[in-house]
């Protein structure tokens, strides 16, 4: 039966050790430069109905590198964008490609597809979850601190899709996470109370960024207006003002507390420029991570 990457939610702690082993060798191979082609022949359709750099230049240059080839399709420019419904457009593409890749807004959409396409759905981002976003944070904790077992996260900002999926990480990994969101901009409330029940290390919302900030190992951010939230950006900006993740907040978190960030940033809002650029920041190998852990999951998927 086909295996769908829709929300971290679905895999279990198992699933987690085979992807992240499969990332390190892909990792390992590339920067010794041996060539791994397990996807020779295979394609992947990309739907994007929103922008990106990171996403969508990662699963087209993996695809490449694993030996396939992937194939960018705009929304705007296929016949979906001119209202083909959701169950034609899978069950079409399921006879062309072997997997597809959506970026959109609801995720309903994305599940809709993968309920007709009879080929791996992966999200690629929707206005709800960022999975193959924190598949790749908790690889690159992975890598820099050994483990992420018994670490805390801080999550400082908006309760977005980052958010919510790093709470759908903390029910299946023993992980700590604390959020801190200003009111009205809380995570998904079931999503959130899911995790609390099913969390071994603890899931925590906080009003105070310092509270959630406290020994932290990961001081995480992302953006306060997400993407089809532009008209929102102004007013946001007031609200979130307290959450910027500067240099004081930092030093609440462990001396060798690590930043995180999913990019894009906008440098003076959400984040310093000072902290992004600094020297416990590590986005670029975050950024990075996206290419190995999302190339690891096409070769589970594929
Ligand atoms: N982090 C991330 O998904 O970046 P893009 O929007 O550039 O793909
Ligand atoms: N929360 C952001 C993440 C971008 C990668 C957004 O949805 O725009």
Redesign the pocket.
Known sequence: MKKDLLSIYDLDPADFRVMFEKAAKLKKMMKAGKSCQPLKGKTLGMIFDK??????ISFEVGMFQLGGIALFLSSRDTQIGRGESVQDSARIMSRYLNGIMIRTYAQESVEEFAKYATIPVING?TDLL?PC?ILSDLFTVLEKKGTYEGLKIAYIGDGNNVANSWINAAARLPIQLALACPEGYEPNSFIFERAVKASQGGVVLHRDPADAAARADVIYTDVWASMGQEAEHAKRTEVFKPYRVDRKLLACAKKDAMVMH???AHRGEEITAEVLDGPQSVVMDQAENRLHVQKAIMEILL
């Open positions: 922008s990106s750099t990171r996403t969508r981002l960022h976003q999913c990019l894009p």
